[in-house]
């Protein structure tokens, strides 16, 4: 069975539906990428997922339960971590402590005698920010940031890892970086979902894709299917290349000088 079961899930906001009958899993050991347009209702299934947002239908299943009705904090102690779109560090605090808070408030007194700053280093190094370790959280660059989010995220030691664009702000190396750590921590039976406009790190290195559009999945399927998929085509380009009017070519003889 997946870790993670979301059931036809719906959310309404006043008239906008923003998640239609969503479905899909997130495994052990994989990597799931969650696309679709800006406002196709990706953040919103997050929402649901964490527990930050009540579905207006459907269920979310984790570990064999059904969490629908957990709140946050019960699914984080629960193994559910999570990055946001928006940076959420300590702007006062160091990179390190950071990192150490986010340790401490997931583990307890026992995490804070368990664990000694080498294990926050580790992480600091396992993300590749080890440099900017004693500079503020809000003194360095966003692509750091972004990574420091992710470093606070596995101090909780998430069995189900939640990721929201979590490439917006790294530069090429910064990202290629970054996809072989999901392929590792993957590999190390952590479920990742992530939601990225990157398209070469989606296609680069998730396992299976689910396309969100208008908040209806409209298509799932590995990589190389969804890259084939018209719906998708339609969904990201406005048409099809397997339309009659992408073989068009007379719009292109126009501007040829
Ligand atoms: N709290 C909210 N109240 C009202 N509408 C919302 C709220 N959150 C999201 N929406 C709307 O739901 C839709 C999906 O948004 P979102 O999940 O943020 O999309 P995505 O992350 O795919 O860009 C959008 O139309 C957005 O405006
Ligand atoms: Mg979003």
Redesign the pocket.
Known sequence: MALLEVDEVV?R??G?T??NEAAFTADRGSITGLI????????????VITGL?KPTKGRIRYRDRDVTGWPVHKRARHGVGRTF?RLEAFGSLTVRDNVRVAQEIHGGPLAWFGRSRGGVDMLLDRVGILDYADERADSIPTGTARLLELARCLASDPQLLLL?EPSSGLDETETDAFGELLVELAGEGCAVLM?EHDMDLVMSVCNDIHV?DF?RIIASGTPAEIRADADVQRAYLGYSESDESAHDTSVMEVVTP
């Not at 679709?36 to 929402?47: E, I």
């Open positions: 959310v906001f006043g906008v923003a998640v679709g347009p800006n406002g196709a209702g990706k953040t919103t299934c997050f929402n947002q779109q929201d939601v969100l908040g």
